[in-house]
């Protein structure tokens, strides 16, 4: 079975760095788009960054120049590095994929979360 797995959250004073690790594995045939979403005590859940196959990268605006996220395609894993945090980067964040396995069309795929929480 395909799964998602999170790694790298933690608890971090503000203005500290994190990074974060999503590993796909699985009888995987293709990777499309991965990303990383988040979702705080009492929010909806929202679009941190994404990745495509090739390297191309979307972030929200909030986390410009503070977030990178790039990819190891080699490894089917994904990476989130945060610098500069602030407590309202607090929330759990999940890894999201689109996947081909060897025994199914492309399906999009969620990890379990991993917490992240920034002090003050």
């Known amino acids: 079975q395909v799964r998602l797995v999170e790694s790298g959250g933690g608890l971090v004073q503000a203005g500290g760095s994190l990074r974060l690790s999503c590993a796909a594995s699985?009888?995987?045939?293709?990777?499309?788009?991965m990303g990383w979403y988040r979702q705080a005590p009492g929010k909806q859940r929202e679009l941190v960054a994404d990745?495509?196959?090739?390297?191309?990268?979307n972030y929200a605006e909030s986390v410009k120049g503070r977030f990178t996220i790039s990819r190891d395609n080699a490894k089917n894993t994904v990476y989130l590095q945060m610098i500069s945090l602030k407590p309202e980067d607090t929330a759990v964040y999940y890894c999201?994929?689109?996947?081909?396995?060897?025994?199914?069309?492309?399906?999009?795929?969620w990890g379990q979360g991993t917490q992240v929480t920034v002090s003050s």
């Open positions: 990745i495509t196959s090739g390297g191309r990268t």
């Open positions: 999201n994929a689109d996947i081909r396995s060897f025994l199914r069309d492309l399906r999009n795929y």
């Open positions: 699985g009888s995987i045939f293709s990777i499309n788009i």
